[in-house]
């Protein structure tokens, strides 16, 4: 199993980037899928996650509005739509799946960087 992240970069801030998290071996189909960050110095956090079906969503406050979670189950992919980038949004974003919470992550992906300059 693996989950191949890509689609980081250097963006000045209020610009946009997508993040793509291609799996491998197997069917996404029963799994939540979802992106966490982690800033230097910090946790890592949950920023996004989908349901299996696609129709339930999260985000954590910061992001809201500014993020969007895609996913397509026929591609094996999930996507992060990010737009109006901050400094603070400054991280290394990883994919993940789980079929539960996200205490427990089944895979996880290779970070990308994401850099936002001011």
């Known amino acids: 199993v693996q989950l191949q992240a890509s689609g980081g970069g250097l963006v000045q801030a209020g610009g946009s980037l997508r993040l793509s998290c291609v799996a491998s071996g197997l069917s996404i189909g029963s799994y939540i899928m979802g992106w966490f960050r982690q800033a230097p110095g910090e946790e890592r956090e949950v920023v996004a996650g989908?349901?299996?079906?696609?129709?339930?969503?999260y985000y954590v406050d910061s992001v809201k509005g500014r993020f969007t979670i895609p996913r397509d189950n026929a591609k094996r992919s999930v996507y992060l739509q990010m737009n109006s980038l901050r400094p603070e949004d400054t991280a290394v974003y990883y994919c993940a799946i789980t079929t539960a919470t996200w205490a427990r992550v089944n895979y996880w992906g290779q970070g990308t960087e994401v850099t936002v300059s001011s």
């Open positions: 989908i349901g299996w079906r696609g129709g339930t969503s």
